[in-house]
């Protein structure tokens, strides 16, 4: 259960992270991806400096799909989000974020050999089709009516680039420190996006900060989304595997508009109930362990880790 957990405190996270990017899409989408991975460094540093540097060699050495990690999960990712929260609404986002566990097993069983049975592949279509009915509250032929714009389109690269870091994560990741790995990578993400953000700023002027309403939502974003979510989530996928722990990013749309409920007063509709049950149903069903030779290999995994 322990991975499990960890991933449903991942979708509260990034549930979290939605809510507030369109809360506060009053600021430009790279000041936002770089103001949290601001706050993320500052709140690593103390933690990771010292195991990053004495994982130099490490991180030479596996340069290349580290900054491959990096780009994808770290500097564009929620970059790609919040751009497209600009132009679209959070349904849309939720809409278009359920492909990513169906985009993520495909690569898998492309790239890593991971195999699913006929049971699990059938959870993950339940589960997908359950995300999609939470958000059109259960009508599902009115999928092309919705008001697509550019900021649909931009969401394709946040789908594309989580898949690619949740492949990495599984190869790589455990090659490094936790802590370290993070701090590297957000240091990283924030040098690439500081010219990004001084173009934005001399085309849209420097946008005002000093609210505390920004400060808060700003230390969230850089603390739940970019540091915490992060450690769950790789040590989820290394524990299970980039398909079943992508699985659970279909509990998103559910999660946001709980929050939505909850936070912003919105209703909760029976069909919407209806489609959480549907998403439940098509997790359990892909995360069920495939024989007990796997439970055995699960096992030992976890002994190690």
Same mark, same amino acid.
């Given at each position: 259960?322990?991975?499990?957990?960890?991933?449903? /405190?991942?979708?509260? /996270? !990034?549930?979290?992270?939605?809510?507030?990017?369109?809360?506060?899409?009053?600021?430009?989408?790279?000041?936002?991806?770089?103001?949290? %991975?601001?706050?993320?460094? *500052?709140?690593?540093?103390?933690?990771?400096?010292?195991?990053?540097?004495?994982?130099?060699?490490?991180?030479?050495?596996?340069?290349?799909?580290?900054?491959?990690?990096?780009?994808?999960?770290?500097?564009?990712?929620?970059?790609?989000?919040?751009?497209?929260?600009?132009?679209?609404?959070? +349904?849309?986002? #939720?809409?278009?974020?359920?492909?990513?566990?169906?985009?993520?097993?495909?690569? +898998?069983?492309?790239?890593?050999?991971?195999?699913?049975?006929?049971?699990?592949?059938?959870?993950?279509?339940?589960?997908?089709?359950?995300?999609?009915?939470?958000?059109?509250?259960?009508?599902?032929?009115?999928?092309?009516?919705?008001?697509?714009?550019?900021?649909?389109?931009?969401?394709?690269?946040?789908?594309?680039?989580?898949?690619?870091?949740?492949? /990495?994560?599984?190869?790589?990741?455990?090659?490094?420190?936790?802590?370290?790995?993070?701090?590297?990578?957000?240091?990283? +993400?924030?040098?690439?996006?500081?010219?990004?953000? =001084?173009?934005?700023?001399?085309?849209?002027? *420097?946008?005002?900060?000093?609210?505390?309403?920004?400060?808060?939502?700003?230390?969230?974003?850089?603390?739940?989304? #970019?540091?915490?979510? %992060?450690?769950? !989530?790789?040590?989820?996928?290394?524990? %299970?595997?980039? #398909?079943?722990? #992508?699985?659970?990013?279909?509990?998103?749309?559910?999660?946001?508009?709980?929050?939505?409920?909850?936070? =912003?007063?919105?209703?909760?509709?029976?069909?919407?109930?209806?489609? +959480? =049950?549907?998403?439940?149903?098509?997790?359990?069903?892909?995360?069920?362990?495939?024989?007990?030779?796997?439970?055995?290999?699960?096992?030992?995994?976890?002994?190690?880790?």
């Amino acid at each position: 259960m322990y991975p499990y957990i960890l991933m449903i /405190f991942v979708v509260i /996270f !990034y549930a979290g992270n939605i809510l507030i990017g369109k809360a506060i899409n009053e600021l430009p989408p790279f000041t936002i991806a770089f103001f949290r %991975l601001l706050v993320a460094f *500052i709140v690593l540093f103390p933690i990771g400096f010292r195991s990053a540097w004495e994982s130099r060699d490490t991180f030479i050495k596996y340069k290349k799909p580290l900054l491959i990690m990096t780009l994808t999960g770290i500097t564009f990712f929620n970059t790609f989000i919040y751009g497209a929260l600009q132009f679209t609404t959070a +349904s849309n986002v #939720s809409v278009l974020e359920s492909a990513i566990p169906v985009v993520t097993v495909l690569l +898998s069983a492309w790239l890593l050999k991971e195999k699913l049975n006929h049971i699990q592949w059938v959870g993950i279509l339940l589960s997908f089709i359950g995300a999609l009915w939470v958000v059109m509250e259960g009508k599902l032929l009115q999928l092309t009516a919705i008001d697509w714009n550019i900021g649909d389109a931009i969401m394709i690269g946040a789908i594309g680039t989580w898949a690619v870091y949740s492949i /990495f994560v599984k190869q790589y990741m455990h090659l490094f420190p936790s802590y370290a790995v993070l701090l590297v990578m957000t240091g990283i +993400s924030i040098i690439v996006l500081l010219p990004i953000v =001084l173009i934005e700023w001399g085309f849209q002027g *420097i946008p005002p900060l000093g609210s505390l309403n920004l400060v808060f939502s700003l230390m969230y974003l850089g603390i739940f989304p #970019s540091f915490i979510a %992060l450690i769950f !989530y790789n040590k989820a996928v290394h524990l %299970l595997s980039a #398909s079943k722990a #992508s699985i659970f990013l279909n509990f998103l749309p559910v999660v946001t508009i709980a929050g939505a409920y909850i936070w =912003l007063g919105e209703k909760i509709t029976v069909m919407q109930i209806i489609g +959480s =049950l549907i998403v439940i149903c098509g997790v359990f069903l892909t995360t069920q362990v495939k024989g007990k030779r796997r439970k055995n290999k699960e096992m030992t995994i976890r002994m190690k880790a």
